[in-house]
C-alpha cells in the first residue's frame, strides 16, 4: 500500500493531471495520426456520424437521416460539437474520439495507480492502449471507447 500512497502525492502535485491527460490524449493521437484520414466503416457511417452531423447541421437530437435507435445522443452531441467548431471531415470525427481515447487511458491510469503501485498502472495503461480492440476503437466513432471512458471517469 506505500506504493500506491507514494503515487497518490506525487499525482497531487498542481498541474500534474493536465500533464498526464495531455501524454494520454498525445500518445493515442501519435499511435493513430496515419489512420486520422480513412473514411467511416460499417457503424460510424450509418449512424454515429449522420446522428452527429444531424444534430450540427439541424439540432435533431432523434437523427432525421438515418434510422433512429434507443443509443443516447451524447456521443453525437459531443461530434457534433466538433463537426461545428472543425468542419465535416473522417479527420475531424477521428481526432474527436483519439480525445476520448486519450481520456480513457488517463482514467484507466489514475484508477490503476489508486489500485496498486504507480509501475503497474503505466503497464496497464500501456497494454490497454495496444491492445488490438482498444487500438481499433480508439479513432472510431463508436460508443465503446466512449461507455469506457466514461465508466472510468
Same mark, same amino acid.
Given at each position: &500500500?506505500?506504493?500506491?500512497?507514494?503515487?497518490? =502525492?506525487?499525482?497531487?502535485? $498542481?498541474?500534474?493531471?493536465?500533464?498526464?491527460?495531455?501524454?494520454?490524449?498525445?500518445?493515442?493521437? *501519435?499511435?493513430?495520426?496515419?489512420?486520422?484520414?480513412?473514411?467511416?466503416?460499417?457503424?460510424?457511417?450509418?449512424?454515429?456520424? $449522420?446522428? %452527429?452531423?444531424?444534430? %450540427?447541421?439541424?439540432?435533431?437530437?432523434?437523427?432525421?437521416? /438515418?434510422?433512429?435507435?434507443?443509443? $443516447?445522443?451524447?456521443?453525437?452531441?459531443?461530434? +457534433?460539437?466538433?463537426?461545428?467548431?472543425?468542419?465535416?471531415?473522417? +479527420?475531424?470525427?477521428?481526432?474527436? &474520439?483519439?480525445?476520448? +481515447?486519450?481520456?480513457?487511458?488517463?482514467?484507466?491510469?489514475?484508477?490503476? /495507480?489508486? &489500485?496498486?503501485? +504507480?509501475?503497474?498502472?503505466?503497464?496497464?495503461?500501456?497494454?490497454?492502449? *495496444?491492445?488490438?480492440?482498444?487500438?481499433?476503437?480508439?479513432?472510431?466513432?463508436?460508443?465503446?471507447?466512449?461507455? =469506457?471512458?466514461? =465508466?472510468?471517469?
Amino acid at each position: &500500500m506505500k506504493k500506491s500512497a507514494a503515487a497518490g =502525492t506525487r499525482l497531487s502535485r $498542481p498541474g500534474s493531471h493536465a500533464v498526464l491527460w495531455l501524454i494520454c490524449v498525445a500518445v493515442v493521437f *501519435l499511435l493513430h495520426f496515419p489512420y486520422l484520414r480513412l473514411p467511416f466503416f460499417w457503424d460510424e457511417a450509418g449512424y454515429y456520424f $449522420p446522428a %452527429a452531423l444531424d444534430l %450540427a447541421q439541424h439540432g435533431h437530437l432523434i437523427p432525421q437521416n /438515418t434510422v433512429a435507435n434507443p443509443h $443516447p445522443p451524447l456521443l453525437a452531441l459531443y461530434l +457534433a460539437l466538433f463537426i461545428k467548431l472543425f468542419g465535416i471531415a473522417p +479527420a475531424v470525427t477521428r481526432a474527436a &474520439m483519439c480525445i476520448v +481515447a486519450g481520456t480513457a487511458l488517463y482514467s484507466l491510469l489514475l484508477v490503476a /495507480t489508486v &489500485m496498486v503501485s +504507480a509501475e503497474a498502472g503505466l503497464w496497464a495503461t500501456g497494454l490497454l492502449a *495496444l491492445s488490438p480492440l482498444f487500438f481499433a476503437q480508439s479513432s472510431m466513432a463508436l460508443l465503446d471507447v466512449a461507455a =469506457t471512458a466514461a =465508466t472510468l471517469v
